[in-house]
């Protein structure tokens, strides 16, 4: 059992920065495949970022690639997600999720976290 909790949310003018933090308790994340995704306001739940267990890949969506990095602290039991030269169009709630299988798809995530707020005004 891993509980998320997601924070570092905020207000952002466009081409700002924020770093959200997901932080694990429960279970040591180094073993899970970790998710950030994101969900605007009448819209559907979209991949952003996921990496598997330690030396493995990371995979970005396309609309965020060269903007977002993703990052763990396996000492803290942190994940992260810095995200630069924002958009109006990066606003949404984003959530970190953990699971057994890395996917870019919701569905195999059994872990959530409750999500941060992301607003970036033009």
């Known amino acids: 059992q891993v509980q998320l909790v997601e924070s570092g949310g905020g207000l952002v003018q466009a081409g700002g920065s924020l770093r959200l933090s997901c932080a694990a308790s429960?279970?040591?994340?180094?073993?899970?495949?970790i998710g950030w995704f994101r969900q605007a306001p009448g819209k559907e739940r979209e991949f952003v970022a996921a990496?598997?267990?330690?030396?493995?890949?990371?995979y970005y969506a396309d609309s965020v690639k060269g903007r977002f990095t993703m990052s763990r602290d396996n000492a803290k039991n942190t994940v992260y997600l810095q995200m630069n030269s924002l958009k109006p169009e990066d606003t949404a709630v984003y959530y970190c999720?953990?699971?057994?299988?890395?996917?870019?798809?919701?569905?195999?995530?059994?872990?959530w976290g409750q999500g941060t707020q992301v607003t970036v005004s033009s």
């Open positions: 999720a953990a699971g057994r299988t890395l996917s870019q798809r919701p569905g195999p995530y059994n872990y």
């Open positions: 990496a598997g267990w330690i030396g493995s890949s990371t």
């Open positions: 429960g279970s040591t994340i180094s073993t899970y495949a």
